[in-house]
């Protein structure tokens, strides 16, 4: 038992004395619930001795030769077409190929580390997305730095914001490895559409395949840190993305900051109306229209005048759904509706109102002072018919105001 002391300093442990039970029956059992460590079973490939027949050696090797090569093709033809696009790209005028990629994260670090942070849990994380643009202009490498340690869509989208930032493309054309939790997603296809109708150009997303090896981003990740870590040694603290900028400031790479609020403001992607198949089988988003999104098994960056557009790669289409802009929510015996519309639905009676509208078109005159200018789009819901339950919408175009 523990006891304190008179004083309230100091402890008394009488070692003599136990934990008092009341008296149960031997052999009841109970469950409780007790902190233990779990130790996670993984699978952990190693290289094990195996004996047996010639005939079973050869018969396992033929089995694995087939996926094996197709794994090498997928390299192969995924390396051509990335060449093929940083050619067109680095020759037509309005092409970018940017190849994007998340370096490791950079642990902060001070210049001097006391041991607690060091080892214990005091370390922040950057993150650090990287990338090269090849144009017709030639090549631009960048780095944008995130105290958020999001790597999802949301995160990829809001990084791309500023690669993008003062570019005017005619084709985007994205290169990145392809793991499912950031590049091949449908919300990451979203985005992608979503681009190509913000900047109203056609979009491709290459997935490089897995082995592919070392990248150019991958090289931009590690100048950077090793610039980072030399300031350290210097004498400098590097504790925030702000800090890692400001160390990297001699470097000729172009740098920013994104913040967690700059992830946060990105909107929900535009939804995919049907699921992919065999999304892991998919390396080229193509995206012409951005209503539409094409999957193809493999990049086409042909001889063809027309690739990456052609349909020399057999592909599968999916409809994208962007939300709707929103409808103004005007009744008919509203002032403003009265303003805006050019129909005489609150004057006419309401048994004749459907068919008068079209009629009322023709006949009334634009007014000079309409809110309304050339070239807007409107769209105008209104209650009508028999007892104002139908409901009519209309979208248009005004070219005369
Ligand atoms: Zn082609």
New binding site residues.
């Given amino acids: 038992m523990i006891k304190k002391a008179k004083d309230h300093k100091m402890v008394e442990i009488c070692s003599d004395s136990q934990v008092a039970f009341k008296d149960f029956p031997p052999g009841d059992s109970v469950s409780w619930q007790q902190w233990e460590v779990v130790k996670k079973v993984v699978r952990i490939p190693r290289l094990v001795e195996v004996s047996g027949t010639k005939e079973a050696l050869s018969s396992a090797i033929r089995s694995k030769m087939d996926s094996y090569s197709e794994h090498r093709e997928k390299i192969s033809t995924q390396f051509e077409a990335y060449r093929a696009c940083r050619e067109r790209a680095l020759t037509q005028e309005g092409v970018l190929h940017v190849h994007i990629d998340f370096s490791e994260n950079y642990s902060s670090k001070y210049d001097e580390e006391i041991q607690s942070v060091h080892f214990g849990a005091g370390r922040n994380q950057i993150t650090l997305h990287t990338g090269v643009i090849y144009s017709a202009k030639g090549t631009e490498s960048f780095a944008s730095v995130s105290d958020s340690l999001e790597h999802g869509p949301r995160a990829i989208s809001a990084h791309l914001k500023g690669v993008l930032k003062a570019k005017n493309p005619k084709e985007l054309h994205f290169w990145s490895d392809g793991p499912t939790a950031q590049y091949r997603n449908a919300k990451n296809f979203g985005y992608a559409a979503a681009m190509a109708k913000e900047h109203g150009c056609s979009v491709t997303w290459n997935l490089l395949a897995p082995g592919h090896g070392k990248g150019a981003a991958d090289g931009i990740g590690g100048a950077i840190k090793r610039n980072a870590d030399d300031a350290v040694a210097r004498g400098k603290s590097v504790l925030s993305a702000t800090d890692f900028i400001r160390v990297n400031s001699g470097s000729k790479l172009r740098m920013w900051e994104v913040t967690a609020d700059d992830i946060s403001e990105i909107p929900d992607p535009p939804r995919l109306r049907q699921k992919v198949k065999a999304t892991m089988k998919q390396f080229q988003l193509v995206i012409i229209d951005p209503e539409a999104i094409g999957f193809r098994q493999r990049s086409?960056?042909?001889d063809?005048d027309?690739?990456?557009f052609?349909d020399?790669?057999s592909s599968q289409a999916v409809a994208v759904e962007f939300p709707q802009p929103e409808v103004a929510d005007l009744s008919s015996d509203d002032d403003t509706l009265k303003e805006l519309c050019l129909c005489p639905t609150t004057q006419s009676s309401d048994d004749d109102a459907e068919a008068s509208v079209e009629e009322g078109v023709e006949m009334i005159e634009p007014s000079s002072t309409s809110p309304i200018k050339n070239g807007s789009f409107v769209l105008v819901r209104v209650l009508g018919g028999g007892r104002k339950k139908t409901e009519f919408r209309y979208a248009c175009i005004v070219d005369e105001g």
């Fill in positions: 086409c960056f042909g063809r027309d690739c990456p052609c020399c790669v």
